[in-house]
Nanobody
């Protein structure tokens, strides 16, 4: 079973930065590098929004327009960990942030940042940005 655990959320003021981490464990016989990974967020009473995706070896990334240029997705396969560096935060970025993993499918499809293309999800970490 794939297990994803996010950390690094918290409260920050407008213009501040946070770095989220997603520690991942995968079934015996699998490697973390077998999975394409993504970050999503969900605001109260809103649908989950895809933010960024990264390919299995980290060579390719894609971002939603809302975070392009401010957020950076990365991964450390040797540490089984996914990251999201968030800069220039505003109150509109306040949400629960989730990491997600996709074992099947092609990376090109995942660039559409659709929730349904990801199979495994963490429990989420809250990010609150105050003005």
């Amino acid at each position: 079973q794939v297990r994803l655990v996010e950390s690094g959320g918290g409260s920050v003021q407008t213009g501040g930065s946070l770095r989220l981490s997603c520690a991942t464990s995968v079934p015996s016989g699998d490697r973390f590098g077998d999975y394409n990974m993504g970050w999503f967020r969900q605001k109260p009473e809103k649908d989950r929004e895809g933010l960024a995706v990264i390919s299995q070896l980290g060579a390719s990334t894609a971002y939603a327009d809302s975070v392009q240029g401010r957020f950076t997705i990365s991964r450390a396969n040797a540490k089984n960990t996914l990251y999201l560096e968030m800069n220039s935060l505003s109150p509109e970025d306040s949400a629960v942030y989730y990491c997600a993993a996709a074992r099947a499918g092609t990376y090109a499809t995942l660039e559409k940042l659709r929730e349904t293309d990801f199979t495994y999800w963490g429990q989420g970490t809250q990010v609150t940005v105050s003005s």
